[in-house]
């Protein structure tokens, strides 16, 4: 007679395993994919009616900041949803109000690229429009690396991390 030892060693092993797998961490906001963030930008120009132009991640909430004629719009993002949870309105900074315009690269569209080109495996923790000798998305990225992508043309300028 066969031992039954054999298929009950195998299925405590896999009950084990399913057991360890299901206690582990769900991803923090420190862990945001792009996706989610992209969602999120979508998320708070369709509210707005706008032209996001800087994401800020803070736990479970994206922050995204979108320009709608001279006002700046701040979006808060429930990254769950994506559901907006708070809108504060300010003007729009002159300098900014120009680059989001002359943008033809949008915000998702540089995350996206940024993410590409990243080499790390951190999540993305803010985007910033960077305006020095060429005006570009500035992805900042969890575990050190940033990503800096042209608004004109949607070229990598620089990848670290």
């Known amino acids: 007679m066969a031992s039954s030892r054999v298929p009950t060693v195998g299925l405590s092993t896999v ?11 769900s991803p923090t906001a420190n862990d945001v ?9 979508v998320r708070a120009e369709s509210d707005a009616g706008g ?7 803070d736990d479970d909430t994206v922050e995204v900041k979108v ?16 559901t907006v949870t708070d809108r504060r309105d300010d003007a729009l900074d002159a300098d900014d109000k ?16 940024a993410a590409a080109a990243h080499r790390g495996e951190g999540g993305i923790s803010e985007v910033e ?11 900042e990225f969890t575990d050190g690396g940033e990503v800096a992508v042209a608004v004109d043309d949607g070229a990598v300028l620089n990848a670290d991390g």
Not at 16 to 21: K, Q, V
Not at 98 to 113: F, M, N
Not at 129 to 139: F, Q, T
């Open 67 to 82: 320009a709608t004629g001279d006002r700046a719009v701040e979006i808060d993002v429930d990254l769950s949803g994506p």
């Open 51 to 57: 032209r996001a132009y800087a994401v800020e991640v």
């Open 129 to 139: 429009l960077r305006r020095d000798s060429e005006i570009a998305w500035e992805i």
């Open 33 to 41: 994919g792009y996706e989610r963030i992209i969602g999120a930008v």
């Open 98 to 113: 120009e680059a989001v315009t002359a943008a033809v690269t949008t915000l998702a569209d540089g995350v996206r690229i």
């Open 15 to 25: 009950a084990l395993a399913l057991a360890l797998t299901s206690c582990a961490p």
